[in-house]
């Protein structure tokens, strides 16, 4: 963690998240990428705003993370949440690579899974919501396109809830890098990797929690061995709102031949993909990614309740 002065110097903290901090309340962070790159204006900022909201009625305190004019925020105003999601993709996609550029710069950032984990460690949160993470992307053995939200989470120590890696990723060869690099995959109430739009797949988590309550002692316990790094907590998604993995499979495929026509690489092919898979399910993959994210809130609150309460 960053001592006090350097948070002073490029950190932000918002006064409900100040105050949760300062009072060792519950606090859930929320990362900002899916406001400017994850779904259209305007249901990325109402998304956004439902977010908090199901956070505070669980009893956490949400704190969106972002970088605005090249000061890390921790906890944004409406008009923030607003201005990201009216700028869309004009905003800089950040992980870790590009937190000091973006700073140094006095530019705007939102924030991946990978620089939400760093940021949040920065002042002290450790339950982050969110909807799916980066892996290991299909093609992988030859594009070498693996996300740094793995590296993170084989580092920082922020418990990460999603719905599992995104599904158009290569799931088993992100599993088996997170194996490698000793982060625990948990599945919330399932043997199996939840596989986003999807509840289940064929792949099986390394352990699997029933309950929040002793997920958190879990955690408790990890970090007070001085264990480093992340855990990767999988929410399955509701299942009246999933796409069953057949049907979203043969609409992942298709996205992918397009975006290998057009010849997308790098940090555009997440957005591309999404977009595209939006498309092609004529909007349910957006309504199947709004339920799930706030799925996530709901659990990720109730986590970090019974952490505090574990650690008093």
């Known amino acids: 963690m960053l001592n006090k002065e350097l948070i002073k110097k490029y950190v932000t903290v918002s006064p409900e998240v100040k105050d949760a901090l300062d009072k060792g309340l519950p606090i859930v962070a929320l990362e900002s990428t899916i406001i400017s790159h994850g779904m259209p204006y305007p249901k990325n900022a109402q998304t956004a705003y439902e977010c908090e909201r199901v956070v505070r009625e669980n009893g956490a305190t949400p704190a969106i993370i972002a970088i605005i004019n090249g ?3 921790v906890g944004l105003t ?9 700028e869309g993709r004009r905003v800089a996609k950040v992980s870790r690579r590009d937190i000091a550029h973006i700073v140094a710069n006095g530019l705007n950032g939102a924030t991946t899974v990978a620089s939400t984990m760093i940021i949040a460690d920065m002042v002290g ?11 290991v992307h299909r093609g992988a053995e030859t594009s070498f396109d693996i996300s740094a939200d793995l590296e993170e989470l084989a580092k920082t120590n922020v418990a990460v809830i999603c719905a599992g890696p995104k599904a158009i990723l290569d799931l088993p060869k992100t599993l088996e890098y997170l194996e490698t690099k000793g982060v625990d995959v ?7 990797l939840p596989a986003f739009y999807s509840s289940t797949s064929a792949y099986d988590v390394a352990h699997r929690y029933d309950e929040a309550e002793s997920l958190a002692n879990m955690l408790r316990v990890k970090w007070e061995l001085g264990l480093q790094g992340g ?10 709102y999933e796409i069953k993995a057949e049907i979203i499979d043969e609409v992942i495929n298709k996205a992918l031949d397009e975006m290998n026509a057009l010849g997308i690489k790098g940090q555009d092919v997440t957005p591309f993909l999404l977009a595209k898979v939006v498309e092609l399910t004529k909007g349910d993959s957006l309504e ?25």
């Open 71 to 73: 000061v890390i925020k």
């Open 231 to 240: 855990v990767l907590i999988n929410n399955p998604i509701p299942k009246q």
């Open 125 to 135: 949160i450790k339950i982050f919501a969110t909807g799916g993470i980066g892996g």
């Open 288 to 312: 199947a990614n709004i339920h799930l994210v706030l799925n996530n809130c709901a659990f990720a609150s109730h986590l970090a309740r019974c952490l505090k309460e574990i650690e008093k």
């Open 186 to 192: 948990i599945g919330i109430g399932t043997n199996k």
């Open 78 to 86: 409406d008009s923030e949440v607003d201005y990201l999601a009216r």
